[in-house]
């Protein structure tokens, strides 16, 4: 039996806005596993952090330019030679970006740490991850690798066709030999079975917020918007995207006069800049607000009165509870969703808030109203045994069980640290 087990997660982004995998490392390294979380860095500088016990380290893992315009120009560049390759060189696959470039990082990080468990976080990170485990075979070490699906390949629309069946081939690849597939919804394992040739279903590991773990908030949406408590106040928090829904919010914003909106995001997001551009007419009511640290933002959405999804219909939005969905439940917010189907089924079974229809702004006021009409009744339903069943605690139970199962583990679990982060000198 392994009382001190290790654990080596892998993945494409900065790590401090990724709280599914900050949480991941958070939990498993309370219940005793020895926690490396490697990501990448956000500038030329590797760097090294702490989330409770666990380390983050950010390394070369994909390039990073911070330069607007000469980004800009680096991804046309990239879609036209996709587009390129796709028409005129059909027969030649494209190659993974970053794939080698993360190996070479890795390698030698992998083999001084020897982790039990190698965890790829999402398609991106499942080659790499699954490189790693075949070169620690070749140096006398075996690790289990799962494989953590966030999305659904064949939704994601931002990968071009070919681009998507080589990662396709590469999950079916190393989906075949990892211990288990996690999943985020019951919605994303029907497709995965399928898609993938699972010969059992994946286990399910749902994107929950804290409960226990939360902690106060130092900021006051409210004192950052300006604004009275009695003002109705619109949140949405997360991600922003053309598809993220966000335009039919404010064009609905202009039927409702006296409602305000706040947005939780990064400031310098295009599509953030784009909508302040084209909707300055409402600038004193609508508020773009910098992000939070992830174990406050319960907290700190708690002060306001709606919580706002409303994304368009696309594959990967209708198969799942978004983790924004379990955030504005624990900070007991009434919902406004789209007809996206599986968050829309849910807000109807518990009668949390209002559906409208997607991408339609004169419906999405006709929810709205009805909201703030009535929104103790709304709020209700979030007794404290149905805040428990959407958290991440309930979730990091059946985490650390797979953990253990997988690798045959009994660490000795640890007294709990405070969810966050914590900056460290990078190691030499």
């Known amino acids: 039996m392994n009382t001190s087990p290790r654990t080596m997660h892998i993945v494409l982004n900065g790590v401090t806005e990724d709280s599914r995998v900050l949480k991941c490392a958070w939990s498993l390294a309370n219940a005793g596993w020895d926690v490396l979380v490697c990501g990448s860095r956000p500038d030329h500088h590797d760097d090294q952090l702490k989330i ?25 560049l990239r879609f036209y030679k996709r587009k390129f390759q796709a028409k005129l060189l059909p027969a030649v696959p494209p190659a993974i970006p970053n794939l080698l470039r993360a190996k070479t990082t890795l390698k030698p990080i992998a083999l001084a740490f020897k982790p039990d468990v190698i965890h790829a976080h999402d398609y991106t ?3 790499i991850a699954g490189a790693l485990v075949e070169y620690l075979v070749t140096q006398g070490h075996t690790a289990q690798l799962i494989y953590d699906a966030h999305e ?6 931002h990968l071009t066709s070919p681009l998507k069946n080589v990662y396709t081939r590469e999950e079916k690849r190393y989906s075949a030999i990892s211990a288990t597939v996690l999943s985020v919804s019951e919605g994303m394992s ?63 914003l202009k039927q409702l006069p006296d409602v305000h909106l706040a947005l939780i995001a990064n ?59 379990g955030e504005y439940m624990q900070a007991r917010l009434p919902i406004v969703v789209s007809d996206v189907r599986t968050m829309a089924a849910e807000v109807k079974r518990l009668g949390n808030g209002e559906v409208f229809i997607a991408e339609d702004a004169a419906d999405f006021v006709i929810a709205v109203k009805k909201v703030l009409a009535d929104k103790d009744k709304y709020q209700s339903v979030y007794t404290e045994e149905v805040l428990i069943e959407r958290s991440w605690e309930l979730q990091a139970e059946n985490l650390v069980k797979i953990y253990n199962r997988i690798a045959d583990a009994q660490p000795n679990s640890r007294k709990h640290l405070p969810f966050t982060i914590i900056t460290e000198p990078a190691p030499q």
């Open 52 to 76: 409770g016990y666990a380390t983050i380290r950010r390394v070369y893992l994909k390039v990073v330019i911070n330069h607007k315009r000469f980004a800009f120009i680096l991804r046309a």
């Open 125 to 127: 990170a499942l080659p």
């Open 267 to 325: 400031p310098k997001n295009q599509t953030v800049l784009d909508l302040q551009s084209a909707y300055s007419q409402l600038k004193d009511r609508f508020h773009v607000l910098p992000y939070v640290p992830n174990s406050e933002l319960v907290s700190y959405l708690s002060n306001g009165d709606v919580g706002l999804i409303p994304i368009h219909h696309k594959l990967n939005h209708e198969i799942s509870l978004i983790t924004k969905f």
């Open 152 to 157: 659904y390949v064949p939704g994601v629309s």
């Open 190 to 252: 029907d497709l995965l079975i399928p898609q993938l040739g699972l010969t059992k279903r994946p286990e399910l590991i749902a994107n929950d917020p804290l409960f226990e773990g939360q902690q106060p908030s130092s900021r006051n949406i409210r004192n950052d918007c300006n604004i009275a408590n009695t003002t109705p106040l619109l949140v949405y928090s997360g991600a922003v995207a053309p598809q993220r829904g966000l335009a039919t919010v404010l064009e609905a």
